[in-house]
T-cell receptor, first 115, second 111 residues
């Protein structure tokens, strides 16, 4: 099946720094990608919808200036956590929608730890 | 709330027994998917059932969907210790392609 990759798979950073996470669809084009966040022992919460060539749309309560999303090509979306703080430590998962098969594929996730 | 509900929140059974998890959701959907997640790992897709389907099988998995009750169930037959994981249902909200995840069921299969 289709594969979605994320890079890095884990990252540790100091408080106040910015971290970029990449999400790539490897063998299909994705006009729409999604970003989720998962805190320990909790479910996935949708953060935002990333649209190729246009601005991302954010779910209620998610700060768009804090979580910058760029979907510059049909195979790549990036999430930048700006001025990260310990409370941003979480598991971030992206998904990409294959519009031809109308199927959504999830990446393996990125574990962010902010010290 | 963004999320659907799953019950039970936690389930502990003996190897060989069947495990049943239920999922309820709130809005009209295109399809519903079930995922497994081992602790600290990514999601593993198990099965997709479309809104016009009522039941689907895949190996030891059986999924039912009742759109009138906005609910689904996942049955794992003859469970194994390796089935120990968290299980989530996810529904894609009609015409938005957004997947909303349920609260999850933590399954523990005792050897």
């Amino acid at each position: 099946g289709a594969v979605v990759s994320q890079h890095p798979s884990w990252v540790i950073c100091k408080s106040g720094t910015s971290v970029k996470i990449e999400c790539r669809s490897l063998d299909f084009q994705a006009t729409t990608m999604f970003w989720y966040r998962q805190f320990p022992k909790q479910s996935l919460m949708l953060m935002a919808t990333s649209n190729e060539g246009s601005k991302a749309t954010y779910e209620q309560g998610v700060e768009k200036d804090k979580f910058l999303i760029n979907h510059a090509s049909l195979t790549l979306s990036t999430l930048t956590v700006t001025s990260a703080h310990p409370e941003d430590s979480s598991f971030y998962i992206c998904s990409a929608r294959d519009s031809i098969s109308d199927t959504q594929y999830f990446g393996p996730g990125t574990r962010l730890t902010v010290l | 709330s963004q999320q659907g509900e799953e019950d039970p929140q936690a389930l502990s059974i003996q190897e060989g027994e069947n495990a049943t998890m239920n999922c309820s959701y709130k809005t009209s959907i295109n399809n519903l998917q079930w995922y497994r997640q081992n602790s600290g790992r990514g999601l593993v897709h198990l099965i997709l059932i479309r809104s016009n389907e009522r039941e689907k099988h895949s190996g030891r998995l059986r999924v039912t969907l009742d759109t009138s009750k906005k609910s689904s169930s996942l049955l794992i037959t003859a469970s194994r210790a390796a089935d120990t994981a968290s299980y989530f249902c996810a529904t894609d909200r009609w015409r938005t392609y957004k997947y909303i995840f349920g609260t999850g069921t933590r399954l523990k299969v005792l050897a």
